[in-house]
């Protein structure tokens, strides 16, 4: 979990990701921002992110995120 | 028939309860939208200003649209503002242009105020619901003729202060002539809009749907992060036409996305603004051989295209898509470095002329002079030709191809070598995503960046295969994901920024 909370900041400093839960919905994280992180985390974890998975409930936290991943990785 | 706003009045009492320009939660109709205008052109009409700048800061909403067409029924100009830019650079334009009135939304005051503007500020909200002056509006329209400027636009300009190019009503009405009779643009058309409002290419979607009674479907910027709800917007909103920025398209084609959803009812898709890789080109084409595919080329100062290419064969992934001929009513040339008409296969630059071509650069007479000049082919009368920094050569087809840009043009090792060659062999690779390459001409170095599977060493080999061992670049760098700017397209100047000194 730590090493994904800096990931998001390095693609967006300046905000408390451990407490932010509308990440998408308020635009906090816009597009650009998630099609880096998308592109970051497929480096990191080396995962395979598909269409299926781009949805907004699946980035609207740092939570959300880290499932996401985890369910990836199994 | 003379201005923007005449041909939209036709198309809005033939198609008065269809749906003109909508987003994902709102839709106005042609006499709804035309309503809005007409206020919008009462309120900034009733002061008396003519051909005078109105600066829209706002979201790309229908309701920008309006103020748009707004702004053109008070007999003025607008220019369209990014409701992101910071209060810096919007004073800079500001003080180019001096808009005597802004139109914003409540979220955006703030801003406006910290750019010093002092003059009238109107809200969205309330200006549309200015009571419609007929009288007025007609007195206006009468005085009006087609050479007055539509709206100014400014290119962002890799260097130096951005440049506000005047485009009049008669540019955008026979630019929009053959967009629409090439294209077959009617009242049945939807476009899926992805350019803001206030870049070239928008002007194309816009103005050829409010001339034909077509839709203009805006869609949510988000959605190019989450495709599949892109795929079903665009079903839902049964989008046909789009017209995107190759990094658009090519979200689509890396993410392999039609193995998960498919676009219904699209027939068209056409694209400008920055080299389409045939790769990702092929991949659409794969699974939709029956669209049609064509690639526009153009600059804001020929209101946006000036030739274009539909797609005919089939192209190697490795392959230069051509940017083909000259539109209808539009002409080109190619002259080389001797000012001698270039003969097939020689490269030399591109110059525009007729009626596609803008007036020039707002309060810049230094920066017009440079780039609109007299014909140099024409030495019996004046006639004022766009000369576009392009390089370009013919193939054997007699189509154009795109070379690169004069200032991006490098001399290395001895060789003159277009960068954007070995860009294409490198999108070209297996498993390569995106790539650009930046040139730093104090260390002679050539640098790629890339987007992609492969480690940096199998790319290089595979663009060593492609390229010249002089245009094999010296230093290669991966990275997770290609910066794009606010238009959509990839950002050179940041990456020439982050990387020049690798």
């Not at chain 1, 099609?35 to 974890?45: F, H, P, S, W």
């Not at chain 2, 209060?87 to 500001?94: D, G, H, L, S, Y």
């Not at chain 2, 094999?472 to 910066?483: A, D, F, H, L, Q």
Request: negative net charge; charged residues 25%.
């Amino acid at each position: 979990m730590e090493e994904l909370l800096e990931i998001l900041s390095e693609v967006k400093p300046g905000v408390d990701f451990e407490k932010e839960t509308e990440l998408v919905d308020s635009g906090i994280l816009d597009s650009m921002a998630i099609i880096q992180l998308v592109a970051r985390l497929a480096d990191e974890y080396d995962v395979e992110i598909t269409p299926v998975d781009l949805v907004p409930e699946n980035f609207n936290s740092a939570e959300a995120i880290y499932a996401l991943v985890k369910r990836l990785e199994d | 028939m003379k201005t923007i706003t005449d041909y939209f009045e036709r198309a809005a009492a033939a198609n008065p309860s269809k749906a003109a320009v909508s987003d994902e939660s709102v839709s106005l109709t042609y006499s709804e939208l035309m309503g809005y205008a007409r206020s919008i052109g009462t309120k900034l009409g009733c002061c008396g200003k003519r051909k005078s700048a109105v600066a829209l800061f706002l979201d790309k909403t229908p309701f920008c649209a309006a103020a748009m067409l707004g702004t053109a029924y008070s007999g003025n100009f607008y220019i369209v503002v990014d409701s992101k830019m910071p209060a810096e650079r919007i004073k800079t334009m500001f003080s180019t242009v001096s808009p005597f009135a802004v139109i914003t939304q409540p979220e955006l005051v703030d801003t406006l105020k910290e750019t010093g503007f002092d003059g009238d500020t109107y809200i969205i909200d309330e200006i549309i619901r200015t009571d419609v002056d007929d009288e007025l509006l007609k007195k206006i329209s009468t005085g009006v003729n087609d050479r007055e400027p539509l709206y100014c636009l400014f290119t962002s300009g890799s260097t130096g202060v951005p440049k506000g190019t005047v485009v009049s009503h008669g540019n955008v009405i026979a630019y929009t002539d053959w967009f629409i009779n090439r294209f077959d643009i009617t009242n049945e058309t939807v476009f899926g809009s992805q350019t803001p409002f206030y870049f070239s290419m928008s002007v194309t979607d816009l103005f050829s749907t409010l001339r034909t009674g077509a839709e203009l479907a805006i869609i949510p910027k988000k959605f190019f992060a989450f495709p599949i709800k892109l795929i079903q917007y665009l079903n839902d909103k049964k989008v046909n036409t789009i017209y995107w920025v190759p990094s658009a398209l090519c979200i689509v084609a890396n993410s392999d996305l039609f193995k998960y959803a498919k676009p219904e009812y699209l027939k068209k898709v056409l694209f400008a603004g920055e080299v389409m890789p045939v790769k990702q080109l092929n991949y659409w084409i794969s699974h939709f051989p029956d669209i049609i595919y064509a690639n526009l080329f153009g600059p804001t100062e020929t209101t946006d295209i000036c030739t274009y290419y539909v797609v005919d064969r089939s192209f190697e992934d490795s392959a230069s898509l051509p940017i083909g001929n000259a539109c209808d009513n539009c002409s080109v040339f190619v002259l080389g470095e001797d000012g001698k008409e270039c003969a097939a296969g020689e490269e030399g630059e591109l110059y525009v002329r007729g009626p596609f071509v803008a007036y020039g650069y707002y309060n810049n007479p230094e920066k017009t002079k440079e780039a609109f000049v007299q014909d140099p082919l024409n030495d019996s009368y004046p006639e004022l030709v766009y000369k576009t920094g392009d390089i370009v050569k013919y193939n054997e087809y007699g189509e154009l191809i795109y070379c690169g840009r004069k200032d991006h043009q490098i001399k290395h090792m001895g060789y003159r070598i277009e960068l954007g060659e070995i860009e294409n062999a490198a999108t070209a690779c297996e498993g390569v995503l995106a790539a650009a390459c930046i040139y730093n001409s104090e260390t002679d170095r050539i640098i790629m960046i890339y987007q992609g599977k492969p480690e940096e060493k199998a790319v290089l080999d595979m663009v060593r295969k492609r390229v010249p061992e002089y245009m094999v670049p010296g230093r290669v760098i991966k990275i997770s994901s290609m910066p794009h700017n606010s238009n959509g397209k990839i950002d050179r100047v940041l990456l020439k920024n982050t990387y020049k000194d690798n």
